[in-house]
């Protein structure tokens, strides 16, 4: 089992900055993917950016290219999300995930962190 806590969550203004934070703890083993998703009131979980934990291979969402930066600290069991420029609409709730070693499915979930982005 793997179990996941975000934080640096908040308010902030149109074209502001935040980092998210996810840290692992448990059977932290192998290759595996780590990813952030949110979700908005009304709206369906949506797919935010992923990166390897071995390596330095990452994925984005369209709408956050050039403007979030997934990262990890392997050291730490910890990984980053850079948000930079943010928009009204990227307001939602954040979650981290993993998936298991060789798996492509997200097995394991944070409680999630809210965003909110004012005007």
């Known amino acids: 089992q793997v179990q996941l806590v975000e934080s640096g969550g908040g308010l902030v203004q149109a074209g502001g900055s935040l980092r998210l934070s996810c840290a692992a703890s448990?059977?932290?083993?192998?290759?595996?993917?780590v990813g952030w998703f949110r979700q908005a009131p009304g709206k369906a979980r949506e797919f935010v950016a992923e990166?390897?934990?071995?390596?330095?291979?990452?994925r984005y969402t369209d709408s956050v290219k050039g403007r979030f930066t997934i990262s990890k600290d392997n050291a730490k069991n910890t990984m980053y999300l850079q948000m930079n420029s943010l928009k009204p609409e990227d307001t939602a709730m954040y979650y981290c995930?993993?998936?298991?070693?060789?798996?492509?499915?997200?097995?394991?979930w944070g409680q999630g962190t809210q965003v909110t982005v004012s005007l």
């Open positions: 995930a993993a998936t298991a070693p060789g798996s492509t499915s997200y097995n394991y």
């Open positions: 448990g059977r932290i083993f192998g290759d595996f993917a």
């Open positions: 990166a390897m934990w071995v390596g330095r291979a990452t």
